[in-house]
């Protein structure tokens, strides 16, 4: 089985690291000094819980066509990059090649299909936290390390999917197959979108903001209205889904942050566009008010091209 990691940052990194070191042959897509120190010192992983990794060589490129046709895309970049990375991965994508986004947000696939085709992709979901903590070092906080995938439409599970089960089984990655894949998708954006705008506006890991009874208020808000929206699109929630996902964020490690607070602090670009700002625009296109994500999003707006 070959897989192609399309965005070697700490989501890609890290779920491509361990399928390599199970004897997948991965091979990684980076760039600039993060692909250098790939090339010249491996890619490694820190993890106190789930344990350190170094793949060594790793089969590293910023040259997607060199690689060859794949089974498998992992698809990881960075939400505004979507359309530019799909096309630059076409020399990747055989007959039968499987492209799955574990990006953030709702919308990826309908974009990835527009331009691969919408028989190669299949609906993705990661459960981690990973960032780059220096070029070619990926440091993990907490310990779940969770993919969630399925095909859309009638049958969630398929021989490329049950293959790629087993491979990341064999790896030690948990895996889920959900009988609706979409529905599935927006159970995440539902505590992906409160997580990642309360954590940037406060500046703070989860531990603080899930203590503190006025961001915990802002957590719950922001989960609400994001099922407000689901609900008016016809996506099928349970009306327990904000009290489970809470209880989700009670039990993940105090020093677990969102991509997007770590974005903040290092002057990044932001996601927030395709997150909370999503859910302002679909809220205004559905009649339904979505005041308190109205009101993170134009908080955080300023930063949403960086500061560098």
């Not at 310990?143 to 995938?149: G, I, R, S, Y």
């Amino acid at each position: 089985m070959k897989i192609a990691i399309m965005g070697t940052g700490g989501v890609g990194a890290l779920f491509g690291a361990r399928l390599a070191y199970a004897g997948t042959d991965v091979h990684f897509i980076a760039r600039g000094s993060h692909l250098d120190a790939i090339k010249n010192d491996g890619l490694r992983i820190i993890s106190p819980i789930c344990g350190d990794v170094t793949i060594s060589p790793a089969q590293a490129t910023n040259a997607p066509a060199s690689i060859g046709q794949v089974d498998y895309v992992l698809f990881a970049v960075k939400l505004w990059s979507t359309e530019g990375a799909a096309h630059e991965i076409k020399p990747l994508i055989g007959p039968e090649t499987a492209v799955i986004s574990l990006q953030n947000g709702v919308t990826r696939d309908q974009i990835l299909g527009a331009i691969l085709g919408s028989d190669h992709i299949v609906g993705g979901i990661s459960y981690v936290s990973a960032t780059i903590k220096e070029p070619g070092v990926i440091e993990q906080k907490g310990n779940t390390q969770k993919l969630v995938f399925g095909e859309y439409g009638d049958k969630s599970l398929s021989p490329r999917v049950e293959r790629l089960r087993d491979v990341c089984t064999a790896a030690g990655i948990d895996v889920e197959i959900p009988e609706n894949i979409e529905t599935a998708l927006w159970e995440k954006y539902v505590v992906l979108v409160g997580m990642s705008t309360v954590l940037a506006a406060a500046r703070q890991t989860i531990g603080p903001v899930r203590k503190n009874e006025e961001t915990r208020a802002l957590l719950t808000a922001v989960m609400n209205e994001v099922c407000m929206v689901a609900k008016k699109k016809g996506i099928n929630l349970t009306e327990d889904i904000v009290q489970k996902k809470m209880q989700y964020l009670d039990g993940v490690a105090e020093d677990v942050t969102a991509s997007m607070e770590h974005d903040l602090r290092h002057g990044n670009r932001l996601e927030l566009p395709w997150l909370a700002g999503n859910v302002v625009t679909m809220g205004k296109t559905l009649g339904v008010d979505t005041p308190t994500c109205s009101i993170l999003t134009a908080i955080l707006s300023p930063y949403v091209l960086g500061s560098h």
